[in-house]
């Protein structure tokens, strides 16, 4: 069921933040964790094509017409930093410098891209912008290093789909000195056709919180994902449904305080 606020937004259905904005859409695959991407699976539904990156006409200024402080999962049906968006992201960085009253998720898995993509005025980052990086398993953990050259006043992991081990033992120093916060997260899938899941195990998830505590990252454990659900028996397909885990694995933590916001 969509989730409306009273000042007629709509939330995502993703626990850790509030609308979704997606000033362009369409995206290429750069890593195993795209395989099964959403927008991909949503885009062929719709009979569109989901390679070709599009600058939305209806959607662009709508963080503009947000007056109530919004957290802002920004791109969910692309890349901020693809370069396909590259004539169109000054006029979107503006919007964001322009609405101080929400705060803008950009998580992305082309980290590489980041520095050359900044606008002019960015300093030590926009107050209202917090950068992350989508690292699904061990074999790309290089994307935790780029990101933390990258100046920003909220850093963050996405381990989501965790499709593989991801031991962050050696990146103990460049977390507790750079980044602030990790969401964990199973593949939600089907068991047959196009868009499947992948396998994921609860240790995986264990030493990443282990990790994080001695690391001082706050931690947000959005869902275990369907390989897991099923193997536990949860009800919600997805095991989004935190009170059907373990206690400890029941932490959904920001890096800092949302109480302006509404969350999913
Ligand atoms: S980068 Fe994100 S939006 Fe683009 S293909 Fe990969 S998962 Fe999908």
Not at 84 to 105: G, L, M, N, S, V
Not at 107 to 113: A, D, G, I, N, S
């Amino acid at each position: 069921m969509k989730k409306i606020t009273k000042d007629k937004v709509e939330l995502s259905k993703i626990q850790w933040t509030g609308p979704t904005w997606n000033p362009w859409h369409g995206c290429t695959k750069v890593s195993a964790g795209c395989k099964f991407c959403y927008m991909f699976r949503d885009k062929e539904r719709y009979g569109q094509n989901p390679t070709t990156v599009l600058k939305s006409k209806t959607m662009f200024n709508q963080p503009l017409k947000w007056q109530e402080p919004q957290l802002i999962f920004t791109c969910s049906w692309s890349d901020w930093f693809i370069k396909d968006a590259d004539d169109w992201r000054t006029e979107a960085w503006k919007i964001i410098k322009d609405t101080p009253q929400h705060t803008y998720q950009i998580l992305t898995k082309r980290p590489e891209r980041i520095l050359e993509c900044l606008p002019d005025d960015w300093g030590d980052g926009y107050p209202n912008v917090w950068i992350g990086v989508s690292v699904e398993s061990d074999a790309e953990k290089h994307r935790i290093e780029t990101l933390s050259k990258v100046p920003a006043r909220i850093r963050f992991i996405s381990a989501e789909p965790l499709i593989g081990e991801l031991n962050l033992e050696d990146y103990a120093e460049i977390l507790s000195e750079y980044f602030h916060w990790i969401i964990l997260g199973g593949e939600s899938g089907n068991k047959t056709g196009k868009y499947l899941f992948r396998e994921c195990k609860l240790e995986w998830f264990t030493k990443l919180i282990d990790i994080s505590r001695k690391t001082n990252l706050k931690v947000f454990v959005k869902q275990l994902g369907t390989h897991l659900a099923n193997t536990l028996d949860l009800k919600d397909r997805h095991g989004g449904n935190i009170e059907e885990w373990e206690e400890s694995l029941q932490i959904r933590e920001f890096p800092e305080s949302i109480e302006r916001y509404k969350v999913a």
